[in-house]
């Protein structure tokens, strides 16, 4: 078989291309006041610095680091992970996982909601999230991409081989890449099918034997009182006023992280792949806004 693509930008992204729109998103209100600003201060000065401090950390760690491993990451996965869980710390967000990450190679799959979706799933796990190209562009949101080691993709048939090349040369490295199969983000309270597309990049021989793709689904809770979409960040929702309005809330809520059990690639097809980890991860998500 020859090598498969990598999922295309749209199949694969961090950012909302393709973008769902069904019902009218929440007011972004953001700050209301002295109370509500210091509440942005107050979380977010000390969010920012954890984040900076972790970026000047990880820079000497990933060089010593490659000494030692080369391509793999068993230290610096760890230290995002810690970066991660002490920012929603300091912002307030409560946060709980159940299972636990493979240790076989593969990929780990989830659902989107949010730009939060960064901190928990680092959090979660060490993991390496698949983005389209464009991101690295985005102000603030390109530097932790770049940090934590993202995996830029383009929508070019000239440069699909190479990105091939690239995509299984981290998979058998061990990286943990993530995707969001809906190819969007959605308010949190539902999962899209996922696009079988995306799961071709698995079905190449030259990958290892015991590749595994990993379902995680991601639950966010509303702070009370609170639209239970409060977290959700789609259709058109700009950044700054989404993320400024979480800050100031009054009282926050929490996310809930479910690893479910993986799913061995071998004798699977791509549409087989995505309906098994699309089950795990709505079955996830279901059960756990209920509670």
Request: charged fraction near 20%; proline fraction near 9%.
């Amino acid at each position: 078989m020859s090598a498969a693509a990598p999922p295309t930008a749209t199949e694969a992204s961090i950012a909302r291309e393709a973008t769902w729109r069904e019902g009218v998103p929440p007011p972004l209100p953001g700050p209301q006041g002295a109370g509500d600003w210091w509440r942005v201060i107050r979380r977010g000065l000390p969010a920012i610095l954890i984040l900076l401090l972790g970026v000047l950390l990880i820079l000497p760690l990933r060089g010593v680091e490659r000494l030692f491993h080369g391509p793999r990451r068993p230290w610096t996965g760890p230290h995002v992970q810690v970066v991660c869980r002490l920012v929603l710390a300091v912002m307030g967000i409560g946060w709980q996982r159940h299972g636990r990450a493979m240790r076989q190679p593969g990929a780990i799959v989830a659902n989107h909601s949010s730009w939060l979706d960064i901190l928990v799933m680092n959090a979660a796990a060490p993991v390496f999230f698949v983005s389209k190209a464009e991101v690295a562009g985005w102000p603030g949101i390109n530097i932790l991409t770049r940090v934590t080691n993202t995996h830029f993709v383009t929508r070019d048939p000239r440069l699909a081989r190479q990105q091939a090349q690239e995509f299984s040369d981290r998979l058998r490295a061990g990286h943990r890449l993530l995707f969001f199969p809906e190819g969007t983000s959605t308010d949190g309270r539902r999962v899209l099918s996922f696009k079988p597309t995306l799961f071709q990049a698995f079905l190449d021989d030259g990958l290892p034997a015991d590749l595994a793709i990993q379902p995680m689904s991601v639950a966010y809770h509303a702070p009370e009182g609170r639209d239970p979409r409060f977290y959700g960040w789609w259709s058109d929702m700009e950044l700054g006023p989404h993320l400024l309005t979480v800050l100031a809330a009054p009282r926050q809520g929490r996310v809930t992280v479910r690893l479910h059990p993986p799913v061995p690639v071998a004798g699977e097809t791509r549409k087989t792949l995505a309906q098994k980890t699309q089950e795990a991860v709505r079955a996830g998500l279901a059960s756990d806004i209920l509670t």
